[in-house]
């Protein structure tokens, strides 16, 4: 069985009510569906949130986490996971890159685990085009 690939997508204002849904959710894709690399992003507490649930996980299971960002960096960045550039990201103006970074964090995924409470704004958008890329979306706002 191949490794399949997950990425997230949620509100900036998440709360940390959600953290333990997250880690159930991540850990069951880990366990039944074999995944084992995670591109997650660094805009906004979701984007943490995650980032603090994989970090937590990587001592408990062989998973590659990577911070995909949507700039060239001017200077290091604080992460707590390696970080990695879109290809052709470099060519995209600033105005776009984060929509860019997002089509091409859905497009190399599998499945795609949202927190998205309003159907507004970039994560309701990122959610639709991952179902509209007929990718698994599992969403964790009830």
């Not at 997508?9 to 894709?29: K, N």
């Not at 590659?64 to 996971?81: F, G, R, W």
């Amino acid at each position: 069985m191949n490794s399949l690939i997950c990425t997230f997508f949620g509100h900036r204002d998440c709360s940390e009510a959600v953290t333990q849904e997250l880690y159930t959710a991540i850990e069951r894709i880990i366990v039944e569906n074999n995944c084992r690399l995670f591109y997650v992003g660094n805009h906004g507490n979701f984007d943490s949130l995650v980032s603090k649930v994989l970090f937590e996980l990587q001592r408990k299971y062989e998973i590659k986490v990577y911070v995909v960002l949507a700039y060239m960096p001017n200077k290091e960045v604080a992460s707590i996971h390696p970080t990695i550039l879109p290809d052709g990201i470099e060519t995209v103006p600033k105005k776009y890159a984060i929509i860019y970074r997002n089509k091409w964090m859905i497009e190399k995924s599998d499945i795609v685990i949202t927190c998205v409470k309003n159907s507004f704004g970039g994560a309701a958008q990122f959610k639709e085009y991952a179902t509209k890329k007929n990718k698994s979306v599992i969403e964790l706002y009830k």
